[in-house]
């Protein structure tokens, strides 16, 4: 039943989902590694960097020098029952963190 997903390898960032647990390990920001029940487990969402896909269709945009600040709002929104966890998911595997998501929110009590 154990099962981990690495959506990052540089700097490295893995989900390991557990009987009941799951485990995170998240080298970007380290606040957020640790082991968490299910049972604490409010919602997790996938927030998307909506400006940069609006900007996406103003050419300027993709010509303006501090436009690179705006490519990696995406992130795992994790909301336990003392805290929330946001992970960034720059550089990560979308289609893994959509996993991810969809598998937490399956799993929580």
């Known amino acids: 039943m154990n099962e981990t997903i690495t959506l990052r390898n540089s700097p490295k960032l893995d989900i390991s989902l557990q009987k009941d647990m799951f485990e995170i390990v998240d080298q970007l920001t380290p606040k957020n590694n ?6 604490s487990l409010k919602s997790v969402q996938l927030k998307k960097a909506w400006l940069l896909s609006l900007l996406s ?3 300027f945009f ?17 909301k336990l029952a ?4 946001k992970i960034w998911l720059a550089g990560s595997d979308m289609n ?4 991810i998501k969809q598998a937490l929110n399956d799993r929580k009590v």
Do not use: C, M
Request: charged fraction near 20%; proline fraction near 9%; avoid cysteine.
């Open 57 to 59: 269709y103003i050419p």
């Open 62 to 78: 993709w010509t303006v020098p501090f436009e690179p600040g705006f490519r990696n709002r995406t992130h795992l929104n994790i």
């Open 96 to 99: 893994k963190a959509a996993s």
């Open 34 to 39: 640790g082991s968490y029940d299910y049972g």
């Open 82 to 85: 003392g805290k929330t966890l």
